[in-house]
């Protein structure tokens, strides 16, 4: 006969288990769920982080959507950073892994020194870069416009080219790491597709065409992806290249993006309650995203 | 024969573009670390002079020295090698811990658990930037190395990556190791951790990579110069000596070749690792 265990006894046969879980699960409840709802809760506050949250209600919503040049002005920059950085990023990248995975000589060598950038650390990458593109003819890209000819530009002073400079680096430093990526997706389309084609007589862009590019597809969407979502959080690039006395972003803003703006409020005008709002709006803006980005690959993906 | 003849000659193009493609490429990836490593061996009037030029004439190692002299460089390498590696290890274990309970353990509660903690992967950490700066101070952990270690001690997606892993591992293992009667940590510790060893390399690589390189979460919670980190450093070195290139350089060389051997060291783990999990330090 069986009897209904009581759920004490339940949890206390399986206490290995529990135990096993539960300094992850501790970790998580404490320092992701907990933050989480604390700053939903100061989003709708206003709350310098010394005197209590003052409730407020929509108005950090509000304020942020309807009457705050700052933040359209980031979303504007973070978008065109986005659409900038991923399809030349894409591009370069897919032509990369095909090239490296035809039969060539030094294959590991250029496999290794574009994924270089991959392993080093940002703020490196962004002092380097910054040194790179010094004003007027100290820095070496400017020197190699004047010996093109060309006039040299004041890259990160200058209200224009702010953002270029950065999306430039960008594409540098991503494509060796999606190219891994769009590797290991080719080594997954068997080599008898190609063999079939060859007997049909297929020239190399017919084959890239109708067979590689479509048996990509899945690589591709998640390349695209990730990549939306850590353009949109792009912060450490735009910290190093444009941080002044004057806050973070650069001249007039020109290179103030969303989470730049976020850190901007929150931890150097200690508004919490109007940043938190904003984290929350990078939250949904992200997740909306991805999800039309998935909508969006997948109906072009039936055919 | 003749067609043979044009294949081959069509192929030969192919290859030379290919080449030159490649080496074009290649060249770009490495002339700003060049470029880094010239600078950070450069007495100033070379910095200044025009044109700029990749041959040192005088080399010097003043940028260097000056580096350790004005900036506890020592200091942030131990706090980044110390940070890292602690983060490292705990992930290991307890990631690989709770992978194994949540694999092939039946429990009450274990698919909602699971799916809750794996739907937190959905969340951009910025939500939390804030609200964990103040958890934080409340706790008392501002500038210490327990702010910039217990929160990740056990990361939701490494929990996800040996729960992958060991389900493939078959239950007859576990099962003879009961009937030997072992206990529940013995068999996670003498059947599991063995057999996983691969998925914890590649956890192990890209934690410490992450750590390594983590800036905005150390750059909210730290502000004494003990406690900083290297990229910390290095962004404040930016800050304060930033028209001093020799030494700004000199501090991203010292930052970028500790990982740069561990990568060269272990490159094949690094790139099957991503084509794994796609994960980026």
Redesign the interface.
Known sequence: MKRKKT?FA??NE?K???F??A???L??V???????I??FY?SFTEYN?IHPPKWVGLANYKTIFFDDPRFWKAIKNTVIYTLGVIPPGVVLSL??AI??D?Q?KFKN?????????????????S??????F?GE??G?IN?FLL?LGLKPIDWLMSPVWTLPAIMIMSI?AGI??NM??F??GLQTIPSTVYEAADIDGAN?LEKFWHITLPLLKPTMV?VVI?GF??S??V??RI??MT?SEFGIGGVLDSALTL?AY??DM??RKFQ?GY??AL??V??IV??LV?IINLKFVKSRIEY | MDLAKSKKAQDAI??TF??S??FV??I??????A??FV?SIKPIEE??S???SFIVKNPTALPYQDLFRLIPMWRYLFNSVYVAGAVTLANIF??S??G???AK????G?DN?FIV?LG?L??????????????M?KLGWLNSYNALI?????G?FG?FLCRQFIMSIPDDLIDAAKIDGCG??TI?RLVILPLIKPVLATLAIFTF?QQ??N??WP??VINTSSMRT??LG??V???QFGTN?AM??A??VV??TP??V???SF?KY??KG??LT?L??
Do not use: D
């Open positions: 759920l339940r949890l399986h290995w288990s529990y096993f879980i300094p992850a699960v970790l998580f404490v320092f992701i769920v907990g933050p989480l604390a700053s100061w982080g032509l990369l090239a490296v035809q060539i060598f250029f496999r290794i020194i574009y994924f270089i950038p991959s392993v080093t650390s940002v703020i490196a990458l002092v380097i870069w910054k040194w790179l010094a003819k100290y070496l020197y010996s540098w060796g790491y891994i990526l590797l290991a190399v998640f990730m979502i850590a949109f959080q912060f450490e910290y190093i941080e989470v976020l850190y929150g931890f919490m940043a938190s984290g929350y990078v939250f992200i997740f991805t | 192919f290859k290919i080449y493609f490649l490429g290649a770009s990836m490495a002339i700003p670390y470029w880094m600078t910095i200044q025009y044109p700029p307890f990631c811990l709770a194994y309970a949540f353990h039946r429990f009450w274990r658990i903690l937190s959905m969340i951009p950490w910025q939500v939390n930037l804030i609200s964990g700066f103040v958890l101070r217990i929160p990740v001690m056990a939701v929990v529940e940590f996670y990579l390594w390189n800036f905005i750059l909210i290297l990229p290095l962004a070195l930016n800050g290139f700004v350089m501090g991203a930052a970028t990982m740069l561990v990568f060269l490159q690094f790139m991503i084509a796609g980026r330090g």
